[in-house]
């Protein structure tokens, strides 16, 4: 197949991690934590009776040691670009006892500080009280080579005092599915927490009724090493208004915007209103890049929104197929609340939910400020998504008519149930003027769908008409358009093929993906012949995801 202005790379023969300039560590024994973690500035709970469910009172943290997998442990995979960029480590750490015994929750580095965040969360448009770290542990602060402060957290490493009925653990599939979509996400350009590592037990097994059928089955127990800056969540805030914890809200907020917001001054007057601007702008700029690559959360619950502003909590997140608006990955939502075209709203939600959790420590005027703020969010989003399918679209300006070009095209895909990632990026690969020729678009898979639409030529003309407003040529439509259109996202049926492998110990397909999602603008040799960018398989039309993970 011929494939315009597109070379491919060869992954599997590409194992080389550049490291640049600065030394690698490739002992772990001298990857060592900043001591004392900056979150010790902040009231940690030390309750013995670590593992009991309590209602956590006047702190932010209790500190919990890890409960170690049992049984033989194997790394499943790690990313490399992670352990490189993000925490200093050389990729062959990954062959020594301590990496894998870091990640089972085995191995502590020096410095470390072991804690679980207490957050509660409205979930799905109730309040839930406390949830908080159920089943993770946040395990010190790495502060890099390039000066950036990092927060290490295992996800499945035992039970903690926010477990409520949970076992703490976590199983091997949706652990697989959280490495992958974090790395995925990061590299297509999503906001995200990222993910160094999985390891899976042998002889660790839980108990999970994967499709709520009354049928438990055992699985194996995995857990995954994530990294992000800081782990607050709207959650955070939120339980310390509910809980009536002014002063603990008012030491948490300020060491936030201390730490993670430094173009805030600490005694700007004006402070709190400039952290909800800012936590609200970036929340929904990392909608728009959701909505930009059919990205579904699934639960976009206040607990599993950063303050951060980055994608968080991956569970039965999606990446639409099949074109529809109303696209709902998880099984569990019936009503649709957080299908695929509500995030935005979902997000505005969420924001005034983060507004009212604020009021405690603010002023009259603050008050009338924040909420000034939250009357412009919703034109923001308007024009954040819109432009982020103009850019799809090769266009770098928003004119009049936009909205209903790219409506008009959304809904041609709709109606033939054409593939969103597909027909964007086939759509980059065919030459203007080839865009209504039967022939070539009959090469095309998902073009192909489009085109049986009757108003398909007339949109073509439409398009053209407003690539030609803006003088786009066809090369610069071209290279913008597969810089912002990737080849290859995190379908749930590529997934699940690795899923299964992994299952059954084979880890082959899994570390492939990790890496082929490093470049996903790229079309891939090996990721071609394994029908990675073809039309999805029948079987896996309509899949849907648990909670149960
Ligand atoms: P999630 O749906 O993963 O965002 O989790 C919602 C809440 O349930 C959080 O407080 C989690 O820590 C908690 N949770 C989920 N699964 C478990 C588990 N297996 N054990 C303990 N807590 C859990
Ligand atoms: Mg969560």
Redesign the pocket.
Known sequence: MKRAFCVFTTLLHERKVHIGSKMKISNMKDWKFKEPPVYAELPIDENPEYNVPVAVKNAVFSKVPTEPLIGKVHLVCASEDCLVNVLDLDPAVTDSEEFVDLIAGKYLPEGGLTVCHR?G?Y?FGFWADQ??????HILGEYVNSKGESWQPQLKGSG??P?????????VLRSSIREMLASEACHFLGIPTTRAAGLVVSEEHKIWRDKTYSGRAKQENAAIVLRVAPSWYRLGSVEILLKRREPHTMKAMVDHVIKNYFPQIGVDDEDKYVKLYSEVAHKNLDMVATWQGFGFTHG?L?T??VSVLGLTI?Y?PYGFIEHYSRHYVPNSSDDLGRYAFYKQPEIMLWNLEKFAEALQPILTEDQKGKIAAVGDTLEKYVTDKVLQTYLIKLGLTTIQDGDDELVDNFLTIMERTRADFTATFRQLAEVPQSQLTDKTTLESKWSLNKVQEASDWSAWVNKYIDRLQAEKVSEEERTSRMCKANPVYVPRNWIMQEAINDAENNDFEKVRFLLKLFEKPFEPNEEAEKRGYSSQPPSWSYGLKLS?S?
């Open positions: 957050y969360g979930q949830l908080g770290d159920g089943r993770a039970e903690t926010y477990s409520r009925f949970g076992d703490g653990r976590a639960v619950n607990d599993n909590d569970g909670c993970s």
